[in-house]
Structures are given as structure tokens and as C-alpha cells.
């Protein structure tokens, strides 16, 4: 297994254009994490999944945000009507279920509305 | 919010030990401390986490206080790839019993000097 996949890795967009980014975990991990990180800040929380279910989702997640994780597997984050605020690093993250479990992240999907 | 606080940058000369400290005093009983670091673009790279004994693995160790309010992460003999932010993150549960989330405060920018 090579790890956590996000694809792509680098998206421009204009404003008011709809993009979707694609998160394939480690095979097996049935949790799921998106996280946002703008320049100089640490990653911030945005939704995780359990399998298919989406169990928490951050205010941070505005209703222009939808996750999708299908059939467990691989999960998407699409967003409408981009602004440049959501120029940002999106990140995706996997791990098993469990307490004494660890998170392993993407490298991240940068994405640049101009 | 982060449940850590860490001083926001440290030095460290090439092939000395780099112990980067973070405080957590309000951390629970069953909360776990985990350790990532990200360099430059990259994702966030999962080194290490413990509960309340201390831990060691093949990248660094895990020092946690018996009172389990702070720790520090020991990376015996720094090089220069070393250099990165270091985030220590206290997990906390989620909003669905049994679900957990990872929140990032700013971290520790590391620099390894030659």
C-alpha cells in the first residue's frame, strides 16, 4: 500500500467554479478525515467518516462544502460556487478503528481560486 | 480549539537532540498525546503517540509527565531533514461516542542548523 492518495494535487479555479478532490486511504481504514490548511496555520478539522458514515462535520464546513464517501472506500470533497477565501492545502487522512490508532495524512490537494 | 500549547520556533545544531516541549494541562484521563510533523508542501507525517508511558519508536521518543500535562518529543540526533513544524496534538472524541479528531494548534518550527 503506498499510503493515503489525493488526487490532484495542485487546482486552479476561477471564482464561482465547482471543483471536487478525491481522497483513496490506506487500504482497510475505515476512518476518514478532510482538513483544511491555510498558509502559516496548522490543519483544521473539517468532516470524518466512519466506513460510509459522515459522523461530524465543522462549522467550518459551509453548506457550499459536501463530502462523500460512497461505499466506504474513497471519499470526495466538493466545493460550489469557490471564493478566493477557500484557496487552501486540503488534506485527507485514514486510520483503523480504535483508540490506540494513528492517522496517517495525503499529501494534499492545493487548491488556488483566482 | 487545540487543547496544546508550544513555543513557536526552536534551533537545533545538526546531530544534537532536539526535545520540543508541549504543554497540555487540560488534557482527559483518556485523551492520547500524538506527535506529527510537515515539512515544507508535504503532509502532515505521523512520528509518534502515547497515552501516559513513555514511548519510543525508530524517528524519535515520547516523554509524557506522570501528571500527564505536558511532554516533550526527543529526536535523538538531528539532521538537517529534520528541519520542519512540529505539531503535538491532543486527540479529543468526536461528537459520536467511539470517534475521535485531531486538532492542530500552530506548532513548533524546528530549524536545523549545519
Known amino acids: 500500500d503506498t499510503g493515503v492518495s489525493q488526487n490532484p494535487r495542485h487546482k486552479i479555479t476561477k471564482r464561482g467554479q465547482n471543483v471536487t478532490f478525491r481522497c483513496d486511504p490506506i487500504s482497510e481504514h475505515n476512518r476518514l478525515y478532510w482538513y483544511r490548511q491555510t498558509l502559516g496555520q496548522g490543519p483544521e478539522f473539517l468532516t470524518y467518516?466512519?466506513?460510509?458514515?459522515?459522523?461530524?462535520k465543522s462549522r467550518l464546513l459551509s453548506d457550499r462544502f459536501s463530502a462523500e464517501r460512497p461505499k466506504g472506500s474513497f471519499s470526495t470533497l466538493e466545493i460550489q460556487r469557490t471564493e478566493q477565501g477557500d484557496s487552501a492545502m486540503y488534506l485527507c487522512?485514514?486510520?483503523?478503528?480504535?483508540?490506540?490508532?494513528?492517522?496517517?495524512f495525503g499529501q494534499g490537494t492545493r487548491l488556488t481560486v483566482v | 480549539d487545540a487543547k496544546t500549547t508550544q513555543p513557536p520556533s526552536m534551533d537545533c545544531a545538526e546531530g544534537r537532540a532536539a526535545n520540543l516541549p508541549c504543554n497540555h494541562s487540560t488534557i482527559s484521563g483518556n485523551e492520547y498525546v500524538y506527535w506529527y510533523r510537515q515539512i515544507h508542501s508535504q503532509g502532515p507525517q505521523y512520528i509518534i503517540h502515547?497515552?501516559?508511558n513513555n514511548e519510543t519508536n525508530e524517528m524519535a521518543s515520547l516523554i509524557i509527565t506522570e501528571d500527564r500535562k505536558s511532554s516533550t518529543l526527543i529526536l535523538p540526533h538531528a539532521t538537517l531533514r529534520d528541519t520542519a513544524v512540529y505539531y503535538c496534538i491532543v486527540r479529543v472524541p468526536g461528537t459520536t461516542s467511539g470517534t475521535y479528531k485531531y486538532i492542530f494548534g500552530t506548532g513548533t518550527r524546528l530549524k536545523v542548523l549545519a
Open positions: 487522512a485514514s486510520s483503523l478503528v480504535g483508540q490506540n490508532t494513528e492517522a496517517f
Open positions: 502515547g497515552l501516559k
Open positions: 467518516f466512519q466506513n460510509e458514515a459522515q459522523l461530524e
